[in-house]
């Protein structure tokens, strides 16, 4: 694989370690250089016919020069060595110090095991065929609904093609696949619309579009239309929520992971930036965030610093027991990175990012949470939120849950808030179930730049957040 990566931009081993001579030249003290190919097929289906096909490809490579606390960047959509060569001498600026010869390492293979393999190549599955699983997709819903009136579906086939080499000779290439399933359906009754999604998404071949995933969209998209369509506002207030397993995890990753990121520690942003090795919550609980899940959308073999993929335990037990960690944050702590230097693209350079986050397995049910609740709400489909990083304080949209009286779910509700604040909702946490769930919807984090990732959590009790509904 090395050689055609060779060839697919342009370089040798020998162009490379002259690339990264131009790099330390101005007396850098680390340098990467990080290559990227990908190429996307999207299909769109809408009004019951395919009407929507396009290709696009991104090709270029950016290259990183750090000194002290400074960090040069430069990127380019050409890989010839002219327009190369001033990418690597304009990062190179950054460390301003007096012209140094330098020598550049050889190449050393990274060492890794591949965490997504392609077990099915889109070979097997060209364009005519992935038409016919959106149309009989589509067949189906209509047929499985009366009240659906639409329906959108798009699927996205993207391959990314990566190779890194840095100051301290770590190189690797990576295959990165990633295929997406999303669709919207607007359905009526009685006079009322409404519309729900779902997605899917992995790092996988065409062994993702099976008959089960297909059968799985539409056996969900009819157990959820008519409870919405009963559903209503509830009171407002403070009151327990139960989160159900697997979605909520956005919750997890956006009101408290965030607040784990190296960078924002370092910084003195984040509201844990002197907690390390404090106890922050229950002891029942455990967070990990994970770079080796299996055909995860936020899997990485290697991060986008040559770092090998690897789980993270960031709470264990209840104690604050790692950040996550890039090159610079993990030189700044004095520790080891994590793996979770990732960038959007090579336009950008690489930042302390989630991968696939999620809180491990408690020891009861769900169903003991709810018993335990004698007035409050149950929620698991989460759409979009905001959250302040530094103080945590959040705000969740609901799509749907059901009220909790007397330990039973009653009346489906929607169209809800979940207001509280993600370091006090953590500590909030009283009860943890079994049947820890990863949410593999297409899941993108916004954080200057943009990343795939994948979050879940078993359902857990929160003894009190704010549930904005109807006025008391």
Known sequence: MTETYFDLF?????????????????????????????????????????????????YGAGIRVIRDEKTGYAFSEKTDMRDLEKAALFAAGIADAPAAQRTAPGLRPVQFTNHYPILQGWDVFPLARRKGWLTDLDRRLYEASPCIRKVTCALAVSITKVMFYNSEGDFFCDLRPMTAVHLTCVAQKDGKSEMLSYSRSYRSGSEMLTDALRDGIVSYMASRLEPIFEAGRPKGGQMPVVLGSGSSGILLHEAIGHAFEADFNRKGISIFAERMGQKICSEKITVVDDGTVTGNRGALNVDDEGIIGQKTYMVTEGVLTSYLHDRISARHYGVAPTGNGRRESFRYQPIPRMRATYMLDGDCTEEDLIRSVRKGIFVDNFTNGEVAIGEGDFTFYVKSGWMIEDGRLTAPVKDINIIGNGPQALADITGVAAGSTLDDSTWICGKDQYCPVSCGMPSVLVSSLTVGGLSL
């Open 10 to 58: 342009g370089v040798t081993p020998d162009k490379l370690e002259r690339l990264m001579v131009s790099a330390l030249s101005r007396g850098g003290e680390y340098a990467d250089i990080f290559f990227e190919y990908t190429t996307t097929d999207e299909m769109l289906l809408r009004d019951h016919e395919v009407n929507s096909v396009e290709s696009t490809a991104d």
